[in-house]
């Protein structure tokens, strides 16, 4: 997905998100300042700013296109993680739920793009529950934003686009790796990845696999989540409507 298919072109300007990186900065010393294997001792103090629904955008992927950008100008400062990736929750006809963390390869108005193996767990669990939850772990911002939707399979023609822009070594991968599957070895994935070097040596166009592709999640809720001091947390959710606009509640910490 292109950069400029993206909701919102505006980029804060880097004075905008100086405070976020102090708040950041100050919040990775303090963490280094008392180490404890108490789980109930471990405490972080949130100095961020508020988030107050006057200063917010009206449509949730403008907002979250607001608040990726600071992410990734964190992520700069060394502050940040990967501001791409999120934990994706899906379940099983049955409910029961499983997570594992993805990274983010694309979002606009329609909501946000994800590739995977299509015989993975959680591709199997979409195929028979489309329901899925996305969650950015901004931890360092003080952030959290949950995303709650339903996850449809993306073209061909925009998987294909997506795949020739990976690494050679990482077209490869998608090849060699059943995903979710028993294998018997480290050993037997390594002498695959060979056999589809030799293949496919860099330089030479890898076909895209047949059962790997993307999924676009439509978001119906999408909650931002600011820390705040005293754990009277900020968060405002936006809620998808019938007519296709979207509102705004505030939630209690």
């Known amino acids: 997905m292109r950069q400029d298919d993206r909701v919102n072109d505006r980029v804060p300007d880097e004075s905008t998100n100086e405070p976020l990186i102090q708040a950041a900065a100050e919040a990775a010393e303090a963490a ?29 992927m403008e907002q979250f296109s607001r608040w990726f950008k600071q992410a990734a100008q964190a ?31 694309g979002y606009d108005d329609q909501g946000f793009v994800f590739y995977t193996n299509y015989d993975s767990r959680k591709a199997l669990e979409l195929a028979r529950n489309p329901y899925i939850s996305l969650l950015f772990p901004w931890h360092p911002m003080a952030r959290q934003v949950i995303v709650t939707g339903t996850a449809r399979r993306t073209g061909r023609d925009e998987t294909a686009a997506y795949f020739r822009t990976r690494p050679h ?12 599957k ?52 900020d968060r405002l959710r936006y809620v998808a409507e019938p007519d296709g606009s979207w509102r705004i509640e505030r939630l209690s910490p």
């Open 32 to 60: 280094h300042e008392e180490i404890a294997d108490d789980p109930a001792s471990m405490r972080a103090h949130y100095r961020a700013e508020g988030l107050d629904e006057g200063d917010v955008a009206a449509h949730p």
């Open 75 to 105: 992520a700069v400062h060394g502050f940040v993680h990967e501001p791409n990736a999120m934990v994706v929750s899906t379940a099983d006809a049955e409910g029961r739920p499983s997570s594992r963390t993805v990274l983010l390869k």
């Open 169 to 180: 070594g990482s077209q490869l991968g998608a090849w060699a790796s059943t995903q979710s």
């Open 182 to 233: 028993v294998i018997p070895s480290r050993t037997e994935l390594d002498v695959l990845y060979a056999e589809l070097s030799t293949r496919y040596p860099e330089g030479e166009r890898v076909p895209v696999p047949p059962h790997w592709g993307g999924f676009r999640v439509a978001p119906q809720a999408v909650e931002f989540w600011q820390g705040r001091e005293n754990r009277l947390h």
